[in-house]
């Protein structure tokens, strides 16, 4: 059975840190990108940062990037998100999404970050 079970959230203060996790079971973790999006109230769900199968390459979406860095531990089947320098506007709820070649989509049940300022 496919699970992405998101950890790591919580309030922060502005300026603050926090570290997600999401924990992959059920498929072959090496073999797809891993993927953080976010919703925010009201907002459509955005991509944050991508990390490739053997975590080569990376992407993140400007407002991100130099304050957010994505990671993966394929021996533990785990994707971070570290995410540093927080602002009031990442409040938001994170997903973690897995998807391959074959265009084969999952979705983690989100964790919740605010930060209050």
């Known amino acids: 059975q496919v699970q992405l079970v998101a950890s790591g959230g919580g309030l922060v203060q502005f300026g603050g840190s926090l570290r997600l996790s999401c924990v992959a079971t059920?498929?072959?973790?090496?073999?797809?990108?891993m993927r953080w999006y976010c919703q925010a109230p009201g907002k459509e769900r955005e991509l944050v940062a991508s990390?490739?199968?053997?975590?080569?390459?990376?992407i993140y979406v400007d407002s991100m990037k130099g304050r957010f860095t994505i990671s993966r531990d394929n021996a533990k089947n785990t994707v971070y998100l570290q995410m540093n320098s927080l602002k009031s506007e990442d409040t938001a709820v994170y997903f973690c999404?897995?998807?391959?070649?074959?265009?084969?989509?999952?979705w983690g049940q989100g964790t919740q970050v605010t930060v209050s300022s």
């Open positions: 999404n897995a998807v391959n070649t074959f265009q084969t989509n999952y």
């Open positions: 059920g498929f072959t973790f090496s073999r797809y990108v």
């Open positions: 990390i490739t199968g053997v975590g080569s390459s990376t």
